[in-house]
Nanobody, 123 residues
Framework: VQLQASGGGLVQAGGSLRLSCAAS????????MGWFRQAPGKEREFVASINWNGRVTYYADSVKGRFTISRDNAKNTVYLQVNSLRPEDTAAYYC?????????????????WGQGTLVTVSS
């Protein structure tokens, strides 16, 4: 069981990126999915979560209105569109598969993690 995150890079403040997370197993279509991020020297923090069918989403206050989580279960892929990036968004971004089918905001609620993709925002 693997989650492969991609799409990170170096971008100027105000720019956009689209992060992707590809799952190796079609069974992930039954799980809620999430994105977290971790900046150097800081704890991993919740960014966004989506339920199993994509109809329910939830965001951290710090990214609400700028980031959008979505999923395509036919492609076993979850996306995070990140717009209006700020230097404080610089971090390694991790996707994860939840233990259940709904929204989960804590790391303990996730059982599989991707390797992370680095987003660097320059001012």
């Amino acid at each position: 069981v693997q989650l492969q995150a991609s799409g990170g890079g170096l971008v100027q403040a105000g720019g956009s990126l689209r992060l992707s997370c590809a799952a190796s197993d079609r069974r992930f279509g039954n799980n809620g999915m999430g994105w977290f991020r971790q900046a150097p020297g800081k704890e991993r923090e919740f960014v966004a979560s989506i339920n199993w069918n994509g109809r329910v989403t939830y965001y951290a206050d710090s990214v609400k209105g700028r980031f959008t989580i979505s999923r395509d279960n036919a492609k076993n892929t979850v996306y995070l569109q990140v717009n209006s990036l700020r230097p404080e968004d610089t971090a390694a971004y991790y996707c994860a598969a939840a233990r259940g089918a709904g929204i989960t905001t804590t790391t303990k609620g996730y059982m599989y993690w991707g390797q992370g993709t680095l987003v660097t925002v320059s001012s």
